[in-house]
Nanobody
Framework: QVQLVESGGGSVQAGGSLRLSCAASGYTWSSNYMGWFRQGTGKEREGVAEISAGGVTRYADSVKGRFTISQDKAKKSLYLQMNSLKPEDTAMYYC??????????????WGQGTQVTVSS
């Protein structure tokens, strides 16, 4: 029943910005987090940012100061504002729900992903 659908990915030059969106349905948000993960070609999946129902956030050191995770309760959507993008940010970005501590293994639900490509 739970579905997570990402959108907003694309191709930009280094220094540019993108805003990713995640539409969630069928999910009851309680004590765990919702977050964003990414996986580049030939790399392992890594946590980018997560947010609790109460608004507590956690970010990977590599994106602090550049990315911002937020939610719109009226639209029931999750967002990731990405600024000052770097080529190293190139990856498939996934929306996830039901976990914590930016650990992929703790998350119960996943979207299909949206591609972000940053050129030099």
């Amino acid at each position: 029943q739970v579905q997570l659908v990402e959108s907003g990915g694309g191709s930009v030059q280094a220094g540019g910005s993108l805003r990713l969106s995640c539409a969630a349905s069928g999910y009851t948000w309680s004590s765990n987090y919702m977050g964003w993960f990414r996986q580049g070609t030939g790399k392992e999946r890594e946590g980018v940012a997560e947010i609790s129902a109460g608004g507590v956030t956690r970010y990977a050191d590599s994106v602090k100061g550049r990315f911002t995770i937020s939610q719109d309760k009226a639209k029931k959507s999750l967002y990731l504002q990405m600024n000052s993008l770097k080529p190293e940010d190139t990856a498939m970005y996934y929306c996830a729900a039901g976990g914590l501590l930016l650990r992929a293994g703790t998350y119960d639900y996943w979207g299909q992903g949206t591609q972000v490509t940053v050129s030099s």
